[in-house]
């Protein structure tokens, strides 16, 4: 005996394809196209309704191509002072997340997202957003388009304004005549990383 269509159901936009009102028995399923970007799975699988009890079934899909964002917290006005704890949300164009909460930016400053969707010819692009601030910086609330392309890496800097901000002033003079202040010493500020 030949298997018997019941219908086909197309993914919501959570990814979700529902059939209902299935009488007791054996179905197989199987993806018959996957959306724009991603790569089919072909298998065939089997599954049996005994119960009133919805049978749940989750799958994913592989991106066809992909690439890279890497982002790098820094200091506003200081991009070689990189800092490590602030965490991001990533969206697709039409902000639907991919990650709500990402890992923190590591010691380096950076965290990185790999293996983003994206077509040759047609880079795709991803909304960046920082969720919360390294400890001691105001939040940068910009949102960020990042455009990707095919086996490549977005590199997006993303600073942070200090929510104390101190000063240096030093003052050069001459050691016998202190009232004589020396112009033209130039003179190089380093951070004590811990």
Known sequence: MADILIGSALTNENGLAAFTGLPPGTYKYVQ????????????????????????????????????????????????NFVLPGATFKLAD??????????????????????????????????????VAAPAGYEPNTTEFNVEVDVGQTAEQNVPNTPSVQGALDITLTDANYTEYGLQGSNYNLFLVTP
């Open 93 to 130: 164009s039409n902000d639907k997340p991919l990650v709500s909460v990402s890992s923190p930016t590591d010691s380096n400053g950076a965290i990185s997202f790999p293996n983003v969707m994206t077509i040759t010819g047609t880079p795709q692009t991803y909304h960046l957003t920082e």
């Open 32 to 79: 018959a196209s996957a959306p724009t970007g991603y790569t089919l799975d072909p298998t065939e699988y089997t599954i049996t309704i005994s119960t009133a009890t919805p049978v749940e079934e989750d799958h994913t899909n592989s991106p066809t191509e992909t690439g890279t964002i890497t982002v790098t917290k820094h200091v506003a006005g200081f991009p």
